[in-house]
């Protein structure tokens, strides 16, 4: 197959390119940049306009399969990442029967092997996700994990988390952890604030959250071993990363575009899509996290989608599952609050969403040069539209953001010798 | 003049004219209901249904007997002889009611929201009876009734909520309905038992009963649930009862008229000494009186907005 992308702004932050130019690619390889390219029998995609990024990788996604179907699966997540403009996503753990074992990994592999786009699974630290026994981590490094974590099942002994990162520290594997001490928000639904105390809902505290940073951070320096916090939502959370950061302990952190872009204000209207794991925090984190993506703190932007059927969030809000979907809004939001406002260049969005996560998943760098795999991200970024549920690919539609007004759409995806371009 | 609102969800964001015309209203039920026959045909013809998905005695009957009075024709169910343990949904629930045609809900539920919940799926207005740890309005505009009536005021009056107030909704209710009449709001009780940030309300926090009394014109005591003591939110009665319960003896230094409320059931002996809740300062049975009053004055505004 022959394609040629013509006019579209290549930006490679890794090789310092920013430029207006063509890729010729064949059967999914590079084979030709440069201006005025002209080529025979070839599909060719004028990209005027347009901005032509190394494939996004959303490190943080429930697929959902095997075990949840009717929330998601891994054709319908897969297809909602594509047109939220990610050519990869890893899929967490949390599905059952759990991804503790090499064959469900198999049959991830196996579901997701002629896709556009890549699937790498992240398998659960702890058989059956209970944190009480370490699951089988080499074995599941050899069948393909690429991280380990125990998302949405956070670890509650300091004991078996030290073990877990022990074991992990043999290969180098990263460790992901869901930081919430399930002491402290038993029975939450929603951020400790002064919402929380007006509508009398049950707090989940800021420190629940916090604690768990700071052990993580703790076992981290004491083992020299790899740590990676996802979802950080709190101002706490950030300052703690940056200072071990800072002391040059290996932690690094994901954040989602809900906790930059939404505040625990948002739960006064009882939409239950307001509900979600860790919860929307106050005004005073929300500015703290972009601070920590425009500095550094946090490595990358990760969707933490997490879909739920309507029947699901229809209900009572104490009632509903935690979790949102964001692999089709996740682009649009970034762009529009973090680029539009002046937090991250265009550079550094690229970054989050591909240099740096690729880098913690030990994945190969994406080169936009001649011989290279052709894996790429197509941004229509002056484009500007507005959210509608009804219109996500993803099986659920549980979203907070419908009929949000955003700037930047994914405009393609080029990745293992498939193109698509969206419109 | 009708209410701003179709529903009556909470009082967080009913402003004054509101809750003086509600109270106002009930001045004229309260003395329909010392008439020989109790009865007016102000809402002839029209259906109001109380879903009751927590039990509760004494607000259900009062809302009942308030339907009663102004002729609607009144049907009530409780969750455990309903459909809902057989898995019904909420959502479900709503949709068989506004099939069945009814023009007014009044709700309880343990969920935090439900009524905001349903009043967004039917079209009758939705009275909210309590909803988990929120709101319970029609009690707390009860309780400002009962004090406008005996003090002839609340703008100004000091009122001292005391006991649970993290898992309380009637104070929740008290304490917007009271700041918005311009009364001062003090809660009383363990540190563990107030929620964080509630100062932000404009409620000032203390944990000694006995540095409040003297200054206050209204104790209103919440009733203290013997199960938050085995999740280690209090150590145990006797030292509930020690430190924060209301008895004879710590009135000695109360002002002379002060009232002495609880929205019941009572734990005598334990939130409030038997004789204090039986004395002269106990509002505890007008309250009850009061709250049929306030009940019919809530559904004759809300069905006068049609």
Known sequence: MKTLLKNGKVISPIKKVNEILDIYIEDGIIREIGKNLIKENTVVYDLSGKIIAPGFIDMHVHLREPGYEYKETIETGSLAARRGGFTAICCMPNTNPVIDNEDTIRFIQHKSANLLNDVFVIAAVTKSNEGKELAPLLELNNAGAIAFSDDAMPISSAEIQRRVMEYLKMFDGLFIQHCEDQNLTKGGVMNESIVSTSLGFSPMPPIAEEIFVIRGIILSEYLNARYHVAHVSTKGSVEMIREAKRKGIKVSAEATPHHFTLTDEAVRSFDTNTKMNPPLRTEEDVEAIKQGLKDGTIDAIATDHAPHAIHEKDVEYAYAPFGIVGLETAVGLTYSVLVDGGYLSLEEMINKFSTNPRKLLKLPEIRIEVNEKANLTILDVNKEWVVDKYKLNSKSKNTPFHGFKLKCKPYGVINNGMVEIFE | ?306
Do not use: W
């Open chain 2, 1 to 306: 003049m009708p209410l701003k609102s179709r529903h009556l969800l909470g009082l967080e964001n009913v402003p004054e004219e509101d809750i003086n015309l509600i109270l106002d209203t009930a001045v004229s039920f309260k003395e329909v209901l010392q008439r020989p026959i109790k009865k007016v045909p102000t809402l002839q013809g029209k259906t109001i249904v109380n879903l009751f998905f927590e039990s509760s005695t004494r607000t259900r009957v009062s809302f009942e007997l308030a339907a009663r009075r102004l002729s609607a024709d009144v049907t009530s169910f409780q969750a455990s002889t309903s459909s809902v343990n057989k898995g019904e949904t909420l959502l479900d629930t709503a949709r068989n009611i506004e099939a069945m045609k009814v023009d007014m809900v009044v709700m309880r539920h343990s969920a935090v929201g439900a009524p905001h919940f349903l009043s967004r799926m039917i079209k009758s207005n939705v009275i909210n009876a309590g909803d988990g740890t929120h709101e319970h309005p029609t009690q707390a505009l009860l309780d400002m009734y009962t004090i406008k009536e005996k003090l002839g005021k609340i703008n100004g009056l000091k009122v001292c909520i005391v006991g649970d107030i993290s898992h309380s909704r009637v104070a929740m209710s008290n304490i917007y309905g009271l700041k918005t009449m311009g009364a001062e709001v003090y809660v009383c009780g363990p540190a563990t038992l107030i929620p964080r940030h509630i100062e932000k309300l404009g409620v000032k926090v203390f944990h000694n009963i006995d540095e409040v009394i003297p200054e206050v014109d209204v104790l209103n005591i919440l009733r203290i649930q013997l199960e938050r003591q085995s999740v280690g939110l209090f150590p145990s009665i006797r030292e509930y009862r020690t430190y924060f319960g209301i008895n004879s003896e710590r009135l000695k230094r109360a002002k002379k008229d002060i009232l002495i409320m609880h929205p019941g059931p009572i734990n005598r002996g334990v939130e409030l000494d038997a004789d204090v809740a039986d004395g002269n300062n106990s509002v505890i049975l007008d309250q009850v009186e009061n709250g049929v009053a306030i009940r019919m004055a809530i559904l004759y505004l809300l069905g006068a907005t049609e």
